[in-house]
């Protein structure tokens, strides 16, 4: 047996170690480091509550509207408000955006680039992956990097700028967006959906979204071999054997995404048990964040997010991250646009996930579906926004209390857990995506979900950062700085 | 033959939000406008396929000589705790503490180049009770030091280039790199606390959409209130250096057009304004921050007397989230 340090890792946000043990050309057992600390928790400490809403989105430069949302509906909690419609709806159109970009990048920037290795020099979609997707170079690269730019501009109008916008607040949004500028952002919308369908799926997105089999899906790709970066990507997927590289634990987490009004989600809460293959409720009480394996003082055992606490501690001789590991009802979860998908019963995804559970390929497969899927949403949403009426209501907040906010971001499920004493945070817990995604061991020795996915990956004679271990580490989407922040 | 201006980019600790600021850089083809620029990325955390151990070699060739490193972008705070030993962040597969990293890097770099307020000064990763001992490259806080020291001068003789902001604006970068790799930028193109001058010898408030309520004092009193932010909510936008409002962000955007306070990002200590960011802090009714280079007694004055003229359309609009008031129309005679 050999063991290799893989590391530091880039198309993914932050930086990343992973240890693996090989044995006969697979890896036997793989440790997820998440090597840098930067202690959120512990800064937030004894602020006003409303500055959590500067603080929290800096956690993350790519997820931070996500963050914002976190923290803001926390302290909405706290307040008892809930936003008026038209900021309901901006602060859903300024997720989406996100969230989308975000799928475009990993897309475009982060996954696909590995498949113009040289490990792949014989394969027969070879030279077309090379002039698509090498770093600043291939073409389908450069146009979704202008793409990008343009989509994010939608930001700039609803929130002043991105990353790291103030306007979201537990009472709605501090812009208004009057009609002139609603027409502008519709306009803006159309112009993405015009990329994806020219140039991603080279269909409209009411055909993606019509898919309801995995035989609809790959006939549709038999119809027009090469056409479009998704069929490429399926090519792709086919011929590497992606479709059952990196399995997951088989247990989907979402906590919803997108509220309306009426309480209710497009993306519903709750679970999906890949067993079953079965929805099942969530109980945020049943979720224990374990340091066993973490530099931190893991004094007293797993606890709660909201009696949680952080305090680095760095002589533990079994620890090798900085993440803790968050279990429900001490089962370890996969998180991501593929968890959001299967709980709100979308039948291609089903049915490619009953075939090959979470692999390489579906997860990819779930973010190509959810950007068809959302930019229609986001096109209804702003055309329901009534100009003229209110974006924020104000609200008191109390000295004291607790409360939970909690939101997808592209990469999964987030939640902020806080409490107040004397009008100041007195304690501000955070899981992210990728804290439950790329979790360590927990005290009964148990991998977390990239560190079961690794296992039995193949390493290729001579590898030293093998290529199958990035795909599965960039599968996921992951967020280092969110991770541990 | 020219050879290409070479920029690594590395990131520690920081949320990576000036890398993806970078990204929305206002061009329609991103690697064309390095390349003619003569400028080659060498190595990018969001874009290069070097990974794991390819990555490693590109540091090795640096520091070798092998390859002439021109400007060293450094983007999140450097941690140098806990104790000193930089153990907060270890560059994945080396073994080795960040801060070792920048300090070796630093030394056979031809520019180093902090990009955003937590390389410069330390930023927000430096806030509350400052967890990770985290600083800038050359500043911690506003005092010189740092990480590299007061003294520090990069092989072109120029101290760390403070590309200040949270995040940094995309053009602040772009602007930077081209005129280093143009040879158009000389230490007298920095202010005193190492920003460039092109962005920092600016105001927000200057291009603000909320001037005409500044100028009369009407004030917002909510967040979404139109009128300036200046007196209730926070705003320090007369105060903050930065091309904001001239120069804007995400197509039409800055903070102020997006309804909520400047929290003067650019400066060292904004993560620590010593009061809530969303309210001003006020002596005897009047902001303790008062806009750069105006008297105290100048600003009491002015504000007493623009109050009592402000038109009704302006003090109406200040506290509604839409205009109420529409300016009256005033046909041109000849």
Same mark, same amino acid.
């Given at each position: 047996?050999?063991?290799?340090? /893989?590391?530091?890792?880039?198309?993914?946000?932050?930086?990343?170690? /992973?240890?693996?043990?090989?044995?006969?050309?697979?890896?036997?057992?793989?440790? /997820?480091?998440?090597?840098?600390?930067?202690?959120?928790? =512990?800064?937030?400490?004894?602020?006003?509550?409303?500055?959590?809403?500067?603080?929290?989105?800096?956690?993350?430069?790519?997820?931070?509207?996500? =963050? %914002?949302?976190?923290?803001?509906?926390?302290?909405?909690?706290?307040?008892?408000?809930?936003?008026?419609d038209n900021g309901l709806l901006a602060i859903n159109l300024m997720a989406a955006t996100e969230n989308l970009a975000d799928h475009l990048s990993h897309f475009y920037l982060f996954f696909m680039p590995d498949f113009v290795r040289p490990v792949y020099a014989e394969r027969p979609w070879y030279p077309d992956a090379v002039a698509r997707f090498t770093p600043l170079q291939g073409s389908q690269q450069r146009l979704a990097i202008s793409a990008r730019k343009?989509?994010?501009?939608?930001?700039?109008?609803?929130?002043?700028?991105?990353?790291? *916008?103030? %306007?979201? =607040?537990?009472?709605? %949004?501090?812009?208004?967006?009057?009609?002139?500028?609603?027409?502008?952002?519709? *306009?803006?919308?159309?112009?993405?959906? =015009?990329?994806?369908?020219?140039?991603?799926?080279?269909?409209?997105?009411?055909?993606?979204?019509?898919? *309801?089999?995995?035989?609809?899906?790959?006939?549709?790709?038999?119809?027009?071999?090469?056409?479009?970066?998704? $069929?490429?990507?399926?090519?792709?997927?086919?011929?590497?054997?992606?479709?059952?590289?990196?399995?997951?634990?088989?247990?989907?987490? %979402?906590?919803?995404?997108?509220?309306?009004?009426?309480?209710?989600?497009?993306?519903? $809460?709750?679970?999906?048990?890949?067993?079953?293959?079965?929805a099942q409720a969530l109980d945020l009480d049943d979720i224990r964040e374990d340091s066993a394996h973490a530099?931190?003082?893991?004094?007293?055992?797993?606890?709660?997010?909201?009696?949680g606490q952080t305090q680095p501690l760095m002589e533990k001789p079994d620890a090798y991250t900085w993440n803790k590991a968050p279990r429900l009802a001490g089962a370890v979860l996969e998180t991501g646009a593929i968890a959001r998908q299967l709980i709100a019963g979308q039948a291609l995804l089903r049915d490619a996930v009953a075939r090959c559970s979470a692999t390489v390929y579906t997860r990819l497969l779930a973010r190509l579906l959810e950007l068809a899927q959302v930019v229609p949403l986001m096109e209804s949403w702003l055309i329901a926004l009534r100009p003229g009426e209110p974006y924020y209501r104000a609200a008191a907040l109390p000295d004291k209390g607790r409360a939970v906010g909690l939101t997808e971001a592209a990469r999964g499920a987030l939640g902020h857990w806080l409490e107040v004493e004397h009008g100041k945070i007195s304690r501000y817990q955070i899981i992210a995506p990728t804290t439950w995604n790329f979790s360590p061991r927990d005290a009964q020795g148990q991998p977390g979900a990239l560190e079961q996915a690794l296992q039995g990956a193949p390493v290729l004679p001579g590898e030293k950062s093998p290529v199958a271990v990035q795909h599965i580490v960039r599968s996921f989407d992951p967020c280092m700085v969110c991770t541990v922040h | 033959m020219n050879t290409p201006f070479r920029v690594l980019w590395l990131q520690s600790g920081g949320c990576?939000? +000036?890398?993806?600021?970078?990204?929305?850089?206002?061009?329609?083809?991103?690697?064309?406008?390095?390349?003619?620029?003569?400028?080659?990325?060498?190595?990018?955390?969001?874009?290069?396929?070097?990974?794991?151990?390819?990555?490693?070699?590109?540091?090795e060739d640096c520091l070798q000589g092998r390859t002439r490193l021109d400007a060293l972008c450094i983007e999140g705070?450097?941690?140098?705790?806990?104790?000193?030993?930089?153990?907060?962040?270890?560059?994945?597969?080396?073994?080795?503490? #960040?801060?070792?990293?920048?300090? @070796?890097?630093?030394?056979?770099? &031809?520019?180093?180049?902090?990009?955003?307020? +937590?390389?410069?000064?330390?930023?927000?990763?430096?806030?509350?009770?400052?967890?990770?001992?985290?600083?800038?490259?050359?500043?911690?806080? &506003?005092?010189?030091?740092?990480?590299?020291?007061?003294?520090y001068r990069s092989l072109r003789g120029l101290p760390v280039i403070n590309v200040a902001g949270c995040p940094t604006h995309p053009g602040w970068v772009t602007d930077t790199l081209m005129a280093l790799a143009a040879g158009l930028f000389a230490e007298a193109d920095l202010d005193v606390i190492g920003r460039p001058r092109f962005y920092a010898d600016q105001l927000v408030h200057q291009g603000c959409t909320r001037n005409e309520f500044y100028e009369y004092k009407a004030s917002a009193e909510k967040p979404s209130d139109l009128g300036c932010m200046m007196e209730n909510l926070g705003c320090k936008g007369t105060q903050a250096h930065g091309d904001c409002n001239t120069r804007l962000w995400n197509g039409e955007g800055?903070?102020?057009?997006?309804?909520?306070? +400047?929290?003067?990002?650019?400066?060292?200590?904004? &993560?620590?304004?010593?009061?809530?960011?969303?309210?001003?802090? @006020?002596?005897?009714?009047?902001?303790?921050?008062?806009?750069?280079? #105006?008297? @105290?007694a100048w600003f009491v004055a002015l504000s007493a007397l623009s109050k009592s003229a402000t038109p009704k359309r302006v003090k109406q609009n200040a506290t509604s989230d839409h205009p109420l008031i529409a300016p009256s129309v005033r046909t041109p005679r000849r």
């Open positions: 047996m050999s063991r290799l340090v /893989v590391g530091p890792f880039n198309r993914v946000e932050g930086d990343l170690e /992973v240890q693996l043990d090989v044995e006969d050309g697979h890896v036997r057992s793989a440790r /997820v480091n998440a090597t840098m600390y930067r202690g959120f928790e =512990q800064i937030l400490l004894q602020h006003a509550p409303l500055d959590a809403l500067t603080y929290a989105p800096r956690i993350c430069g790519i997820c931070s509207v996500s =963050q %914002s949302i976190a923290a803001a509906r926390a302290l909405a909690g706290l307040a008892g408000v809930q936003p008026p343009r989509w994010l501009d939608l930001i700039g109008t609803l929130g002043g700028k991105w990353p790291h *916008t103030g %306007s979201i =607040q537990p009472g709605g %949004s501090t812009r208004a967006i009057d009609a002139a500028e609603r027409l502008r952002l519709l *306009t803006r919308v159309r112009e993405f959906r =015009q990329f994806l369908e020219s140039e991603l799926f080279a269909a409209p997105l009411e055909r993606i979204n019509g898919f *309801t089999s995995e035989s609809e899906l790959w006939a549709w790709h038999a119809e027009a071999l090469g056409q479009g970066d998704f $069929r490429q990507f399926l090519q792709i997927a086919l011929d590497t054997g992606l479709e059952h590289l990196g399995p997951g634990p088989g247990l989907y987490l %979402s906590y919803g995404a997108y509220p309306r009004a009426d309480g209710s989600m497009v993306f519903p $809460r709750g679970l999906w048990n890949g067993v079953t293959q079965c530099w931190l003082d893991d004094a007293g055992g797993p606890r709660h997010p909201a009696d | 990576g939000g +000036c890398n993806m600021s970078l990204l929305c850089a206002d061009t329609q083809d991103f690697s064309a406008m390095w390349r003619s620029a003569g400028i080659e990325l060498l190595w990018h955390p969001s874009l290069s396929l070097e990974s794991g151990d390819q990555v490693l070699d590109i540091l705070s450097l941690l140098r705790g806990p104790h000193g030993t930089g153990r907060f962040h270890m560059l994945a597969g080396t073994d080795a503490p #960040m801060i070792d990293w920048v300090r @070796k890097l630093a030394a056979v770099a &031809e520019y180093t180049l902090g990009i955003g307020t +937590c390389a410069a000064y330390g930023g927000i990763t430096a806030a509350g009770s400052n967890p990770t001992d985290a600083c800038g490259l050359q500043f911690d806080g &506003e005092h010189r030091g740092g990480l590299l020291g007061a003294d800055s903070c102020t057009r997006g309804g909520f306070a +400047c929290i003067n990002c650019t400066a060292p200590g904004f &993560e620590e304004p010593g009061h809530a960011f969303q309210r001003t802090p @006020k002596l005897a009714g009047i902001p303790i921050g008062l806009p750069i280079d #105006m008297p @105290k």
